[in-house]
């Protein structure tokens, strides 16, 4: 079974924080994505990285950075935390089937 | 550009059948997804489709139709369980053939 785990099911910051966001895969797939998801938004693509060092900005990356030294895992940062930041981040892991596998997901809210 | 359109709500009875349509219009296609996510949850993988036609999958299947960016998921004997939000997702293959383009999500709502 592929595994997708994220460091923290809930996280609480402050504005102006700096947060990081862990998401580790256990299946040596290349691809992984960082989404948040928001009611009425559905899922919007944040990052996605293809192959250790590389990425690419998905629809929304402002106020984002992401990082990828090994292939097991995808960290996003938020290098400067906002309200407007606060939702619920989905990383995924994809197969060679094109397969996405979800992670728990992380639910930030920034005060 | 790209939109992936699919119903707000759905409701329906245990033990009926339900339909969940989806269409999209997106710049590339190189398949399309259903996803199911439960509240609080992840979403988690229910079918695929690359080529035209039915997929079946015990209660579930999913059918696409590429010349009218049309798809459904079509859920049989439902059960409470199947309250969830229900997405449709289109690999857009222009975008390094990775990404997954998703739809906002129908919230099926099953009833006794």
């Known amino acids: 079974d592929v595994k997708v785990t994220q460091s923290s099911r809930y996280l609480v910051k402050r504005t102006g924080e700096k947060v990081f966001l862990e998401c580790v895969q256990d299946?040596?797939?290349?691809?992984m994505f960082w989404y948040r998801q928001d009611p009425g938004l559905g899922l919007r693509l944040i990052y996605f990285?293809?192959?250790?060092?590389?990425?690419e900005k998905g629809d929304i990356p402002e106020g984002y950075s992401v990082s990828r030294e090994k292939k097991e895992r995808f960290s996003l940062i938020l290098e400067s935390a906002s309200t407007n930041q606060t939702s619920m981040y989905l990383c995924?892991?994809?197969?060679?089937?094109?397969?996405?596998?979800f992670g728990p997901g992380t639910r930030l809210t920034v005060l | 550009g790209q939109n992936i359109d699919q119903p707000t709500e759905m409701t329906a009875t245990e033990g009926a059948i339900v339909q969940i349509n989806c269409t999209y219009q997106?710049?590339?296609?190189?398949?399309l997804f259903w996803y199911q996510q439960h509240a609080g949850e992840a979403p988690t993988f229910l079918s695929y489709n690359v080529l035209d036609g039915l997929e079946e999958k015990g209660r579930f299947s999913s059918f696409l139709s590429r010349s009218k960016g049309y798809s459904y998921l079509l859920l049989k004997e439902l059960q409470m369980k199947d309250s969830a939000s229900y997405l449709c997702?289109?690999?857009?293959?222009?975008?390094?053939?990775?990404?997954?383009?998703f739809g906002k999500g129908t919230t099926l709502s099953v009833s006794s």
């Open positions: 990285s293809y192959d250790v060092k590389m990425k």
């Open positions: 997106t710049s590339g296609f190189n398949g």
């Open positions: 299946m040596d797939h290349e691809n």
């Open positions: 997702a289109v690999r857009d293959g222009r975008q390094a053939g990775t990404a997954l383009i």
């Open positions: 995924a892991s994809k197969s060679a089937s094109d397969t996405q596998y």
